[in-house]
């Protein structure tokens, strides 16, 4: 955003439509979907574009492997893309097809002009030509003789081509981006961008000649061949928004706020596209953002390990908001991040189920039983209720900040984390224990508190998971208009008023369990059936005897790993009135984020142990399977320190 033009304009790459979506095409436009959706709620003017790049060469092979015309196989291709993104609640406002008359008219006119100029000449080129990349190599940046993108093999051509004098910039492309250091980002992206260019920068390959290769948009001074793909391409942000066509709309978007890419098109977008826009004398977008790659363990996902995540399928499988949620907040923009089954398992169990999940039916559950559904006036805050409304306050300024300096993954975080200051005062407060008491004033007070931390959470985290958080919002009772929030609104305490009528909408997270796929629908994973066999020796215990063992529910206040230690993490519980420490071997299968808030089962009456200098003052308890193991926890909402057994 500036203040020349107060709007906020995102934009996503245009994908290819030669083959099918995959999770980093829907990662990209799912992260520019939550970017528009939160300026949206700020008030800000925004525009969100997205679409496909139909031309070249790698289009153009695929439509010969399926036996169609080019166009034939952008047409059955595109659909693939429209689909998904409805599938996935993508909220864009424009879907530009590079095949369109409005955006084919203003490549060509841009290139007629660029050439009338002398910023485009032919010559003579012989090189080492990639397919799959679309681009020329000198033999100084082969990597073992072959493509040094994408490291399959490359031919040699010798043939007439045109060119744009990129070369002419470089000089200015390097003081623009060391004046302007907010233009890459991350800064990581924009050092790797100045070190390429510290090598001469050569002119830019323009063209095709149509006898190699035909499918593309004409150069409109030579009709024997068509534009490259990236000088169309990347003209879409342009012409999307009204470039040559319509002045007053163009103006009103441009520059864009952020063109969100891939790090592996760093290049095109840091060096051809401010090249391109300097000649055309267009003003720089505002800044690059180059996010990292999704792995599954330490690999890239590509189609040749067989190891690609199916967007369609992930959303099916547990649900679109699930999957909005994961890659918002296990992504670390500008770095890369592992993808696999169980990390989502993991991840929406702690933060969903147990987290945001058992707080709602916690607070919708006891004012349908106990205030008849409504929720009282707004009660005078207390010194118990300061930290819970410092929290979840503090998280709305948190993540318009965290908006700005594109970390949405922290943003999530501390808004989880007024989540669990939700669940920590609601324990502490222990509203049934005033249900019994007959504190009605109490009772009040703290359910409609956490009635409030769930309105503003949940609008912290409606751009993320729309629908879910859209249900969550109607069950708190807020009108058709207010289920859509507004950040002001968010940033005051107090918003529900009184006599709002809350229902209780059922599990908006159920837990997930370790799954098995049968006939593409997901179920619970069975255990598997035991052969007989003798019963194993165990040491038999009388009654007496077990029942010297306090087992206790604890909720876990702090988690963190213990220093020089690959297995232990220290973490701080507290037993009904009482908080203590422990220290427990399951680093491996948990991170400390994922534990804090969590209600579990520990052996409140073990005598203390000193491990790694640390004292430990109880054992919690897992069941360990293989490489599995899993907390053992209470099925429901109970107090901490309440028995177990």
């Known amino acids: ?70 166009i034939e196989q952008c047409d059955r291709t595109v659909v693939r893309f429209q689909e998904l993104w409805k599938k996935l609640d993508i909220t864009h406002d424009d879907f530009i097809r590079t095949t369109e008359p409005r955006h084919t008219r203003v490549v060509q006119r841009i290139l007629q002009e660029l050439y009338d100029r002398g ?35 490359v031919e040699r051509l010798t043939e007439k081509n045109y060119f744009f004098r990129m070369s002419r910039y470089q000089d200015w492309l390097v003081a623009y981006i060391q004046e302007h250091p907010e233009f890459i980002q991350p800064a990581s992206r924009r050092q790797e961008t100045l070190g390429f260019l510290r090598q001469p920068l050569g002119d830019l390959c323009i063209s095709r000649p149509k006898k190699r290769m ?83 363990g330490r690999d890239k996902m590509s189609k040749s390990l067989g190891n690609v995540v199916n967007p369609m399928d992930m959303a099916e499988r547990y649900g679109v908001d699930a999957f909005r949620y994961f890659l918002l907040a296990e992504m670390t923009l500008g770095q890369d991040a592992s993808f696999t089954e169980e990390a989502f398992r993991n991840r929406y169990n702690a933060d969903l189920a147990n987290d945001l999940g058992n707080l709602a039916s916690r607070v919708l559950k006891m004012v349908v039983r106990n205030l008849d559904g409504a929720l009282p006036a707004i009660p005078p805050r207390t010194a ?39 669940n920590r005062y609601f324990d502490r407060m222990a509203p049934w224990q005033m249900v019994k008491a007959g504190d009605t004033a109490g009772l009040q007070r703290v359910l409609y508190s956490a009635a409030e931390c769930l309105r ?32 002001a609104d968010l940033a005051t305490w107090g918003g529900l008023p009184a006599g709002t009528r809350l229902q209780d909408p059922g599990s908006l997270f159920p837990r997930i369990e370790a799954v098995a796929e049968k006939g593409g629908a997901v179920v619970a994973e069975p255990a598997a059936p035991a052969a007989p066999a003798p019963a194993p020796a165990v040491n038999v215990v009388t009654i007496e005897e077990f029942g010297k063992v306090a087992l206790r ?30 220290v427990a071997g399951i680093a491996q299968f948990y991170k400390p984020e994922q534990l804090v808030g969590r209600t579990i089962v520990v052996v409140a009456n073990l005598k203390p142990a000193v491990i790694r200098g640390l004292e430990s003052n109880g054992m919690l308890l897992a069941a360990k399977s293989g490489d599995t193991l899993r907390l053992v926890t209470p099925d429901g909402d109970v107090p901490s320190g309440s028995s177990v057994g």
Request: net charge negative; charged share 20%; with cysteine.
């Open 456 to 487: 503003i959470v949940s609008g912290l985290l409606f751009p993320i998971m729309p629908s879910k958080m859209t249900e969550l919002r109607r069950a708190l009772g807020l009108t058709e208009t207010a289920a859509r929030p507004r950040v």
């Open 553 to 582: 529910t604890a909720r876990v206040l702090a988690a963190e790993a213990v220093p020089k230690a690959t297995k232990l993490l220290r973490l701080e519980i507290e037993l009904g009135g009482e908080t203590r420490q422990i």
């Open 119 to 153: 910023e485009i000449y032919a010559a003579d080129y012989a090189g080492w030509y990639c397919v799959p990349c679309e681009r020329f190599f000198p033999d100084k940046d082969l990597a073992e003789g072959n493509c040094p993108e994408c490291h399959r093999p």
């Open 214 to 296: 035909g499918w593309g948009i004409d150069l409109p001074f030579d009709a024997d061949y068509v534009t490259y793909v990236w000088f169309d391409a990347l003209v879409n942000y342009i012409s999307a928004v009204g470039y040559l066509a319509d002045e007053a709309r163009f103006r009103a978007w441009w520059p864009a706020s952020c063109h969100l890419i891939g790090k592996d098109i760093l290049t095109t977008h840091t060096v051809y596209w401010p090249t391109m826009l300097k000649a055309m004398g267009v003003e720089m977008p505002r800044a690059v953002f180059a996010h990292g790659w999704w792995l599954v």
């Open 384 to 422: 118990d209720e300061e930290g819970l409304i410092a929290t979840t306050l503090g998280a709305v300024g948190h993540m318009r900040n965290y908006l700005g300096s594109m970390q949405l993954d922290r943003g999530v975080a501390e808004t989880i984390q007024a989540v669990r200051e939700g």
């Open 1 to 70: 955003m500036n203040s020349s033009n107060p709007s906020f304009y995102v934009t996503t790459p245009i994908y290819y439509v030669n083959d099918r979506p995959h999770i980093g095409h829907a990662y990209t436009t799912i992260l520019a979907d939550v970017l528009a959706r939160y300026y949206r709620l700020l008030g800000v003017p925004t525009h969100f574009l997205t679409g496909t790049d139909e031309h070249g060469q790698k289009v153009y092979e695929a439509a010969l492997r399926n036996r169609l015309t080019p």
